[in-house]
């Protein structure tokens, strides 16, 4: 009779045991991150900056976790079909897009014309490098320091030159994030690519630029352009000499760029750990750091938390100064 009236008890905690033992196999089954080859999308073509350092990091993680990290471009449209690759992507570790500060900008200039969302979409994993912006001048202006700059654009507003990449360009938003946080009036002058700026600025057909460093510093070494400062939170291990905004009056105006490792929203915590730690491990590492400077680049690992609201921050600011220049890709 006792045994009669416990038997459904006694059945329940056997199939509850033998579940919790079925769950605790699965798990240990279960493989571990990487167990394939994992993809690297980059939205530019191969060759240029962020593609290099992408590689450089597929071949060092690639190495350290174990299984092949495969560079894929997908240039195009401004990087959003690399980015759109990556938000559609399942969330398991397997598809990761390698950008840049670009990433940041896309929601500004293409309001309402992306099917990803620049923020949610994505979990931002960890910077590896970063391109400090650098306030340069040409021999056509006869200025020598920061504050002699700021001195010559007050005197005569929207008179001096500021030559970019391109409307839209991350030199665009460094310029008018400067004339903003000075009250100065710059004359924008947009071109088609870094190079003929640097070109009209040692001609002195342009007075200044607002340039990512690694498209300047061997015009700066050799002495064919000045720099006046560094819009960074401290000075560049590439010019040590040249002193920060900050420390030239120019505020805590900071452009940085970034290239860094984003993934699709909802990674699993335990593969976005093994993903930080090999960016962390690779920005450390000598041959990063070799690499990266010859670049014009400073090794930086911002990760976890602290990269999310840097990108969603950069996305606010971007948006609002786009929507107040009213600047629209096409």
């Known amino acids: 009779m006792f045994k009669k009236k416990n038997l459904p008890a006694l059945a329940l905690q056997t199939l509850v045991a033998a579940a919790a033992l079925a769950s605790s196999a699965s798990f240990a089954q279960a493989p571990a991150y990487p167990a394939k080859p994992v993809r690297l999308i980059v939205g530019f073509a191969a060759g240029g900056p962020t593609d290099v350092v992408a590689r450089a990091f597929a071949d060092y993680a690639g190495r350290t976790l174990g299984q092949p990290f495969v560079v894929d471009n997908k240039p195009g449209a401004n990087t959003i079909l690399a980015a759109q690759a990556v938000a559609s992507a399942p969330a398991d570790g397997y598809t990761l897009l390698f950008g840049a500060t670009n990433h940041t900008m896309i929601?500004?200039?293409?309001?309402?014309?992306?099917?990803?969302?620049?923020?949610?979409?994505?979990?931002?994993?960890?910077?590896?490098?970063?391109?400090?912006?650098?306030?340069?001048?040409?021999?056509?202006?006869p200025v020598k320091t920061l504050a002699d700059y700021m001195a010559r654009a007050r005197k005569e507003p929207g008179r001096t030159t500021a030559g970019t990449a391109g409307m839209g360009s991350s030199g665009h938003f460094a310029t008018e994030m400067f004339a903003r946080a000075n009250g100065l009036q710059l004359n924008h002058v947009p071109y088609k690519g870094a190079a003929p700026v640097v070109t009209d600025l040692m001609g002195g057909q342009l007075d200044s630029s607002f340039a990512t460093l690694g498209s300047v510093?061997?015009?700066?070494?050799?002495?064919?352009?000045?720099?006046?400062?560094?819009?960074?939170?401290?000075?560049?291990?590439?010019?040590?000499d040249v002193p920060t905004f900050a420390e030239s009056g120019g505020g805590k105006y900071?452009?940085?760029?970034?290239?860094?490792?984003?993934?699709?929203?909802?990674?699993?915590?335990?593969?976005?750990?093994?993903?930080?730690?090999?960016?962390?491990?690779?920005?450390?590492?000598?041959?990063?750091?070799?690499?990266?400077?010859?670049?014009?680049?400073?090794?930086?690992?911002?990760?976890?938390?602290?990269?999310?609201t840097q990108v969603a921050r950069e996305v606010t600011t971007y948006t609002q100064i786009a929507r107040d220049l009213d600047l629209k890709a096409d």
Not at 113 to 132: E, G, I, W, Y
Not at 217 to 234: D, E, N, R, T, W
């Open 217 to 240: 510093l061997p015009q700066i070494k050799s002495g064919k352009l000045s720099a006046l400062a560094v819009a960074s939170p401290k000075r560049s291990s590439l010019l040590p």
């Open 254 to 308: 900071s452009a940085d760029a970034w290239y860094g490792v984003l993934a699709p929203a909802g990674l699993p915590a335990a593969v976005a750990q093994q993903l930080e730690k090999a960016a962390r491990d690779f920005a450390g590492s000598a041959a990063a750091i070799e690499k990266l400077h010859s670049l014009g680049l400073d090794a930086d690992s911002t990760c976890g938390q602290a990269f999310s």
């Open 107 to 141: 929601p500004g200039l293409y309001s309402g014309r992306v099917k990803f969302d620049a923020v949610k979409s994505f979990q931002p994993l960890c910077t590896v490098a970063t391109s400090p912006t650098v306030l340069v001048v040409g021999p056509g202006l």
